[in-house]
Structure formats: structure tokens, C-alpha cells
């Protein structure tokens, strides 16, 4: 990573500086609610969809959540009162990543082709605050008896699971059918991840490809190819990609540790892209083939390549000094930006599928019915949901988000459950 881009780097706790939009008019909240609950404590849980849960993300505590699963539906929820406010509708397939930043929501979709959303268009209207009077509200949850109402949101809850909330919309409108913005297709088989900052997108896809967009014009600008670059390190180095190699099923070919998806396989391990983050020219990109390799966007050259992961690399986030990656190889590493090496790795006992951090933890998702939680201030490790006897009763999480103490996971029977951490 060059230099000049490495001095612009964020902070762990800055946010990116989105372009000028009109704001979201929304309700007033506790934003800080969440930061004083025991960590560990769930704020609320939802039946978001009927399927796995394959991509969820939100824009502040208690703000607005977007979900994709494979019941090929994209939803838009109210946190603050566990409303579903409508459907992202349009495209023809499976939502496999999505984003969102400030009121700007990025889908990636099963049928090749990226969708921008502006959620400030919706014509939603949040319900008015629960009072103590009354503790259930009707138009907050079909079932009178979930928990997702006003005064339950304020009262931390007890071990027993409550009864999740219906994904039924709560008006009989849909209030998000004006937000598209516009599509982004030239991508010639389905997109598996992207990422947005400003004006920049940059997504990846089973085509074998990465391309920057321009969001002023909504035009691809580059066309990355990652196996020209993994040939181009292998005549360099010819070791770099020997032991990842075996991955795909040990194949000599240039891709042959890369197996496509095919039905309704879900497995983390056969995207050809499990994730990259973008900062203004530097790119981090993690592939099948177990390798992190960072990019500068105005060469469209690697400049270094990570090597330690034996298996797919599922999730990555950086900041200003580390890059932590999530792999299939059921392994968390965490990489020192400065001078490219292993600060910090352990391991779980499934495939990590979902990570990310903020100030204070790193979550991730490995085949368990709980989130795994590390806190980097004192290392410990610890799980956030149920645990012993109740674990047995509870889907496995696949997909895990967090800001700023808040975090929200998805799972394969398709709940979200929303908790402090």
C-alpha cells in the first residue's frame, strides 16, 4: 500500500465522509440504548424471511437494517420499532452481498448485476413511541404476544427465547417501491461482494473479475482480472500459490482451486471472491484460493500479497493499522498493515462464514448457533446468544454485522436477532 494512500487511512472509529444527500427524515432514537445493557443482551429478534439469511447490513444503532436470503426477497426494517417497511424489488435472482452506507443501500445479486437504492425516497412514516401504558402495539408485531414492541425494547430479556417477528410488511403498502436508483450490469455471472465508499464501488463476482464503478455516471471504469494477477505473482514468486492451491481439489490449472456454485449450495468456500473494502485507491481483495492481495486502483496492479490462509477467505475489514480476514479454513487472522505480517490469529472449530469489527470486538460467525465475540482490549473470547441445551434448538448464524456495540446477526432459518455486545 502505497504511502500516500496509507497516511488517508481511517481511524477504527471514523466513518467515511458520504457524498451530499438529502437526509432521511426519520423518528428520534436512543442511540446509545444499547451501550448501556449487559453485553450480550438481545434488544430484539425478527423472522426477517423465510430462508438462510445470505447478506444483512445497517446504517446506525437502531436505525434502518436491510436483508437478503435465498426466498429472493429484500427487505428494509425500522430497528427502533421492528417494522419491515418494504421490499427492495427488481432483481431476478438471489441477493448474495449487499451494503449499506448512510441512506445509500448497494445489492449484489445471483443474476450479475449490482442495484443502487436510495432509502431517503421511501414514504415511511415511524410509528409513534411506545409508552409504559402500552407495552404491546399492534402495528409493531402481527403477534400480540412478540416481543418486539415498544416496552420490550427497553427491558433487557431473559434467556427464554421470544416469539420472533412476522417479516410480514407493517403497512399494506410498499413504502420502499421508488427507491431504485439505477443498475450496474457488465459483471457475466453472479456477484458475491462489494463495497462502497463515497462515489466508489468495487464488486466481485464468480466471473473471475473485479470492477471499480463510478457512481457519479454509474459506469465501470476498470476491469481487474484476479487470475492474470495470481499468474503474474506465481512467474514472480512461484511459491506464493502452491499451498492454496489444494483448495479447489488440487487442480494444476491457473483456476483450478475454484469450484463455481451450482444450485442451492451456499458454501462459503466456493466463492471466487469471498470479500474486499475499498479506501479512495487501495483495495483489499480475499479469493478461493486463500490469498489477500492489495491493489492500488490507479495502476489496477497488486503491490502485496498475504499468504497464511488455507482455505477460502470469507470476510475482511481494515482500518488504519490492521486487516482482519475470516476464512473457511475456520481460522481469524489479523494482519499488520505496516510491514505485512501476522499480528494475531485464532482459530474456531467450523468455517468462519461472517466478521466484523468495531473499536472494541471482533464477531464472527463460524457454524454455531451463537456469535462468536473477541474483545480486543482484555483477548478474551466469549459467545453472544443461547448457549448450552437451548443451543440445540437455535439455526446456525451465517452472516454478522456491528457498530459500534450493536450488532445484528442472520441465520439460516431466516431470524435476525438484534443484540448488545
Known amino acids: 500500500m502505497s504511502e500516500s ?11 467515511a465522509s458520504p457524498a451530499k444527500r438529502r437526509k432521511l427524515p426519520r423518528r428520534i432514537s436512543m442511540p446509545v440504548l444499547h451501550e448501556h445493557m449487559e453485553p450480550g443482551t438481545r434488544i430484539r429478534e425478527l423472522q426477517a424471511h423465510n430462508d438462510t439469511i445470505t447478506a444483512l447490513d445497517f446504517d446506525v444503532p437502531f436505525g434502518m437494517m436491510v436483508t437478503a436470503a ?43 448485476s449490482i442495484r443502487l437504492w436510495d432509502l431517503s425516497q421511501a ?28 416496552e420490550d425494547l427497553f427491558t433487557p430479556t431473559s434467556e ?20 431504485h436508483l439505477f443498475t450496474l450490469s457488465s459483471h457475466v455471472a453472479e456477484i458475491t461482494a462489494l463495497n462502497l ?45 502452491a499451498t492454496p ?19 442451492r449450495l451456499n458454501t462459503a468456500e466456493a466463492d471466487f471472491v ?10 483489499a481483495c480475499g479469493t478461493a484460493d486463500g490469498m489477500v492481495r492489495l491493489w492500488d486502483l490507479r495502476s489496477g496492479m497488486v503491490h502485496r500479497s498475504l499468504v497464511g490462509h488455507t482455505g477460502a477467505v470469507t470476510a475482511l475489514q481494515f482500518d488504519d493499522v490492521f486487516l482482519v480476514t475470516g476464512s473457511a479454513d475456520r481460522s481469524i487472522r489479523i494482519w499488520d498493515l ?19 469489527f468495531d473499536q472494541r470486538h471482533i464477531v464472527s460467525a463460524a457454524g454455531e448457533a451463537v456469535v462468536k465475540v473477541y474483545d480486543k482490549a482484555d483477548g478474551r473470547h466469549w459467545d453472544c446468544g443461547e448457549s448450552g441445551e437451548s443451543e440445540g434448538r437455535r439455526a446456525v448464524v451465517e452472516r454478522v454485522r456491528i457498530k459500534e456495540g450493536f450488532m445484528v446477526e442472520g441465520r439460516r432459518d431466516g431470524v435476525v436477532g438484534v443484540w448488545s455486545c
Open 5 to 15: 494512500i496509507y497516511g488517508k487511512l481511517p481511524k477504527a472509529n471514523s466513518k
Open 70 to 112: 435465498l426466498d429472493d426477497t429484500v427487505r428494509v426494517w425500522d430497528l427502533s420499532a421492528g417494522r419491515c417497511m418494504g421490499l427492495l424489488e427488481g432483481h431476478l435472482s438471489s441477493v448474495r452481498c449487499l451494503q449499506v452506507e448512510d441512506h445509500l443501500v448497494a445489492t449484489g445479486s445471483m443474476d450479475a
Open 123 to 150: 414514504d415511511y412514516t415511524p410509528p409513534p413511541p411506545s409508552t409504559p401504558s402500552k407495552p404491546s402495539i399492534s402495528d409493531t408485531s402481527p403477534d400480540p404476544s412478540s416481543p418486539a414492541g415498544g
Open 160 to 179: 427464554q427465547s421470544p416469539a420472533p417477528t412476522s417479516p410480514t410488511p407493517a403497512t399494506s403498502t410498499n413504502a420502499t417501491e421508488n427507491c
Open 197 to 241: 465508499r463515497g462515489n466508489t464501488l468495487v464488486s466481485g463476482s464468480a466471473d473471475k473479475t473485479l470492477r471499480q464503478w463510478d457512481l457519479e455516471t454509474g459506469r465501470c471504469v476498470q476491469t481487474l482480472d484476479v487470475l492474470w494477477a495470481a499468474a503474474q505473482a506465481s512467474t514472480i514468486n512461484p511459491s506464493i500459490n
Open 245 to 263: 492451491s489444494t483448495v479447489g481439489g488440487g487442480g494444476k490449472e491457473a483456476a483450478g482451486w475454484f469450484r463455481p456454485t451450482t444450485g
Open 274 to 283: 469471498g470479500a474486499l473494502q475499498v479506501f479512495e485507491t487501495a483495495l
Open 338 to 356: 505496516r510491514t505485512g505480517g501476522i499480528h494475531d490469529a485464532y482459530a474456531y472449530d467450523n468455517p468462519v462464514t461472517g466478521m466484523m
